[in-house]
């Protein structure tokens, strides 16, 4: 059975209210706490403790308050015991996600929702959201009273030293994908950003391009480096000299792409491609060519990277990079799963071990070679 959720941290923010506990639910916690200790502590009914976790609404703020707090102070796991016994083979799983390319997130979840359907896992999505100002110190608390068996961390979330740290503190199995450092904290799933992109400007140069525009994603995101180090590292083996009017920041959001197109498109002596470093940037670009009248891709080239299902929606469908996101998520529901098994088994759960994941050039429409070589 699959069970998908989405939820904010903010939504998940517990109060600091005080609770008194009794020295008998103070020794009850040395043994894993149970319902009934948190309804003690609380002053409540088990009834009102399973209301407050089901996120019910026919509960007193205060009541739910003080639920919480003495969910927290109890480092209580709903179910822990009752769920082990009655799904030997099937776990919790927690996705925690806060990436600005719709794109990618769609290509991501897909790939996990599948995995955790055929294998009869439940997946609930967390927003780690930059938009929530207060969510790296709400998201120990989270975490400890989430149920998880493991969580699935995706960039840039991977990176991030508070959800890290957190994480360790709620001892949750996790798998990484596309982690920038720490690599030997345990498992992760990557694929070669540079390579990829180094590939893509090779296929552009051979197009007969020679001055290329790039657009570049967030600054601090491993791939947005990595995909800009690849494409500059092609144009310096090709002896093309680096002009940095060529290559504009980006946020891997469409908004953004197509303010860079518009920079990169306003130049006097503007590129003949632009190589945009996801596909949600380089649909934006194909918007603005169409709407400076610039025929793609007899006047303008345009690339991506991804290969989201935005790269067959846009017109002329986009020439691009397939990264295997989906597969990338399917697998980290895998490694995950390995890790509880072995868990569940007694034995030493996350294990250090990388799984690289190869991508692929995808030439459609959208490229050409430049006016001068047709």
């Known amino acids: 059975m699959l069970r998908l959720r989405y939820h904010t941290v903010s939504q998940r923010r517990h109060s600091r209210a005080a609770v008194t506990m009794s020295a008998k639910t103070r020794a009850n916690k040395q043994f894993g706490a149970t319902i009934k200790d948190v309804a003690r502590a609380a002053g409540v009914s088990a009834m009102t403790v399973s209301r407050v976790l089901n996120g019910e609404q026919n509960v ?144 552009l140069l051979e197009l007969g391009h020679r001055r290329i525009g790039f657009i570049g994603g967030p600054e601090g995101h491993r791939a947005s480096r990595e995909r800009q180090e690849g494409h500059c590292e092609a144009l310096q083996a090709a002896d093309i000299a680096a002009d940095r009017a060529l290559i504009e920041a980006g946020a891997f959001n469409y908004r953004s792409g197509l303010q860079a197109a518009d920079t990169l498109l306003a130049l006097d002596d503007r590129p003949t491609a632009i190589f945009a470093s996801n596909d949600d940037m380089a649909v934006a670009v194909i918007a603005q060519a169409h709407r400076l009248s610039l025929t793609v891709p007899d006047q303008l080239s345009v690339a991506g990277f991804d290969d989201t299902q935005s ?64």
């Open 60 to 203: 007193r703020p205060e009541t739910r308050e003080r639920v919480k707090a003495a969910i927290r102070d109890l480092r209580y796991r709903p179910n822990m015991s009752a769920r082990s016994l009655a799904r030997a083979n099937t776990y919790f799983i927690g996705l925690l996600y806060d990436n600005p390319s719709a794109g990618y997130i769609s290509e991501l979840l897909i790939g996990a929702l599948n995995r955790c359907r055929k294998a009869g896992y439940h997946l609930v999505v967390e927003s780690c959201g930059s938009a929530d100002q207060d969510w790296e110190s709400a998201i120990g608390e989270m975490l400890e009273t989430s149920n998880f068996d493991g969580v699935i961390i995706p960039p840039p979330v991977c990176d991030n030293a508070a959800v890290l740290k957190a994480v360790d503190a709620a001892d949750l199995p996790h798998v990484r994908i596309s982690p920038d450092g720490d690599r030997e904290r345990g498992p992760h799933i990557v694929t070669d950003d540079h390579a990829a992109a180094r590939r893509m400007t090779e296929y």
């Open 311 to 374: 790269a067959t929606a846009v017109w002329p469908q986009l020439t691009t990079v397939r990264q295997p996101i989906s597969r990338m998520a399917a697998d980290a529901v895998d490694l995950l799963a390995d890790c509880l098994d072995r868990r569940r088994a007694g034995e030493a759960g996350c294990r250090p071990e990388r799984r690289e994941i190869g991508s692929d050039i995808v030439v459609r429409e959208s490229s050409a070679p430049p006016p001068d070589r047709q």
